[in-house]
């Protein structure tokens, strides 16, 4: 027979679901599957921790996004935020869906370029731009959204050499009544710096404007920031035409929607708080349409969300290493996943559900991840069931940002499974390796052997 473990007994009271002011806490309910696809097999298959994300959901998400802007106002067209998950598996999901690429860095241009997505349809953002990236973009006439002074006198530079007239837009910053303003990025409105830029741009026909871009913040909470930074962008535009009898093509209006996720400390659940894309819509399309554009100059709208669009598509899947005791009797349940592969738990409070069957009882617990590092901790407390070694659980709304900022700390980062829309599921980032992490290693050939 074998040997049970022993742990020492603590006395806690287990609760039966606490009350707040809305009555008994929702009972919990296991996840066993997802799409279709038992969490069991998927662990047994590709390994523990893992990355789940649902194409379905993907596409959902998408539909009812596109069709909250396209039902109010009548040129849309949504750009993909490659930083929020640039698994090109993902990047070609929303492409298929009509997406354009939106990008911040050379790196991300050229996986753009390598998903085949037409240079003219990449928007290149961002404050650094080496000069190399900037000749590809103006020879592939990508839109590229100028973000600072030495920015725009290096493109014209590049343009009088290159004898061609690139496509810009200027990134503006602004007071959206939510604060802090990111005045870091672009040329703020208030201050006069916006109109600098235009002028500087407009006077010397060496490149032409074509747009007005955006970025006010992320995870905002106010629809009506977006309907701030709308009427902001569309005085400008509507200034340029005025001034300069030039038609601006397009407002992009950036990303910042909030996802369905709950942010540490607040009290209500984001499923319960976030402004839905009718919200956003309609405060960006009435702006914009109130703003006094005729009807045939109208601006193309551009959108670049990101972490709206695929936070709910994505699933952490994840195991139970043990469970101890603290020194003051706290419940401590360590996972096989921690915050090296799920940064988001520093700013949100994850649903997390059990994956298979449990006892009507819970316990307040401490999470901890695998890492030997103090900071490790993926929930402060979560009322959860009673948890054993092996068990699995499934961490919600986890696609945007932590597959392109985890970091390859102590342990190696997991597989990522994408589950078609026939409930299939498919491999689309194995889990790495020694060799993946050593490939770009060099050892100096003196300190190739040593005696111990
Ligand atoms: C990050 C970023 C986005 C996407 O932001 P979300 O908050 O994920 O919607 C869009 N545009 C720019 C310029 C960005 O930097």
């Given amino acids: 027979m074998k040997k049970l473990q022993y742990e020492r007994p603590v006395i806690t009271r287990l609760n039966t679901g606490v009350t707040n002011k809305f009555g008994t806490k929702t009972a919990f309910t296991p996840v066993t599957h997802v799409d279709g696809n038992e969490v069991k097999t998927l662990i047994a298959n590709y390994g523990s921790p893992l990355f789940v994300i649902s194409e379905q959901t993907i596409r959902k998400t998408f539909k009812d996004a596109n069709r909250a802007f396209t039902t109010r106002y009548p040129k849309v067209q949504f750009a993909w935020s490659y930083k ?3 698994i090109n598996a993902v990047c070609n999901v929303f492409h298929q869906e009509g997406s354009w690429a939106e990008v911040v860095s050379g790196f991300e241009y050229h996986k753009a370029l390598n998903n085949d997505v037409p240079g003219s349809k990449i928007i290149f953002n961002g404050p650094d731009k080496t000069e190399a990236d900037l000749r590809l973009a103006i020879e592939n006439n990508s839109l590229i959204h100028i973000d600072h002074l030495d920015e725009l006198y290096l493109i014209k530079e590049l343009a009088v050499e290159m004898n061609k007239k690139p496509r810009v837009a ?39 404007l074509v747009g007005l871009h955006s970025h006010i913040g992320t995870f905002m909470l106010s629809p009506n920031a ?23 093509q397009y407002l992009d209006l950036g990303g ?65 290493i043990s469970n101890k005791r603290l020194s003051d009797g706290r419940r401590a349940t360590i996972m096989d996943f921690g915050v090296n592969i ?5 700013w949100y409070d994850h649903k997390i559900s059990p994956a298979q069957d449990f006892s009507q009882y819970t316990e307040d617990a401490v999470l901890y991840g695998p890492l030997c590092m103090n900071i490790d901790v993926i929930r402060e407390n979560i009322t959860l069931p009673p948890l054993k070694r092996d068990d699995h659980v499934v961490v919600h709304t986890v696609g945007a940002y932590n597959m392109t900022q985890w970091m ?29 992490i050593e490939s770009v290693e060099m050892m100096p050939e003196y300190l190739k052997k040593f005696k111990l």
């Fill in 84 to 86: 929020t998950n640039y």
């Fill in 170 to 208: 200027i990134r503006v910053n602004m007071d959206t009544g939510v604060y802090p303003i990111w005045d870091r990025f672009g040329f703020n409105y208030e201050n006069g710096q916006a109109w600098d830029a235009i002028n500087k741009i407009m006077l010397n026909d060496k490149m032409e």
């Fill in 226 to 248: 977006y309907g701030i930074a709308a009427s902001k962008l569309s005085d400008l535009a509507l200034g340029i035409k005025k001034k300069y009898k030039k038609n601006i």
């Fill in 408 to 436: 390859q700390f102590i342990a190696m980062r997991p597989a990522v499974v994408m589950i078609d829309m026939d409930e299939k599921p498919h491999i689309i980032r194995r889990r790495e390796t020694l060799s993946t």
């Fill in 256 to 320: 910042g929607f909030a996802s369905k996720n709950t942010l540490k400390g607040s009290y209500l659940q984001g499923v319960d708080t976030s402004p839905t894309f009718d919200q956003y819509a309609e405060a960006i399309s009435t702006a914009i349409l109130n703003a006094g554009f005729l009807e045939e100059e109208l601006p193309l709208l551009i959108l670049e969300s990101g972490r709206s669009l695929i936070d709910e598509a994505g699933s952490l899947l994840g195991s139970v």
């Fill in 342 to 346: 799920l940064f988001t738990s520093f």
